[in-house]
């Protein structure tokens, strides 16, 4: 197991996406597929990253996208997500996923499984990047 998995996972961040892994969800080994796991962390950040720049963002970069361990099915995944940087028209977003599983400490133990940093851009309606306000 991973070191930064076996830490007692205090996720950095709000809440923004909950899924439970299906089977439909697996790769050819059992696993969750790790595009999967991409797909639902770009949407976690991209809400945090909308709401931060009152509008449409587009995904402009994974910055970093760290695996520290399988997800399996059954699998309670959340998707933690913090504003690491925001520029004049691009937010950089820290996502941190932890997973809740069955196990012998307990009925439920969260578990971290990833962390990414993603970079979208705030676009106007013609898709041109549009400055976000600054606080």
């Not at 080994?29 to 770009?42: E, N, P």
Request: aromatic share 8%; net charge negative; proline share 6%.
């Amino acid at each position: 197991m991973n070191k930064l998995a076996k830490e007692k996972p205090i996720p950095r961040g709000i809440p923004t996406v909950r899924m439970m892994a299906m089977p439909a969800d697996t790769n050819w080994l059992g696993d969750i597929f790790g595009g999967w796991l991409m797909s639902h962390a770009d949407i976690a950040g991209a809400v945090l990253a909308y709401r931060r720049a009152e509008g449409k963002v587009v995904t402009v970069a994974v910055n970093n996208f760290l695996f520290l361990e399988p997800v399996f099915i059954g699998d309670i995944v959340s998707f933690y997500a913090e504003i690491e940087r925001v520029g004049s028209s691009s937010i950089t977003v820290n996502i941190d996923i932890l997973a809740e599983r069955p196990d012998s400490e307990g009925p439920y133990a969260n578990l971290r499984v990833a962390n990414a940093s993603i970079t979208y851009v705030h676009i106007d309606s013609a898709g041109n990047p549009k400055t976000i306000k600054q606080d």
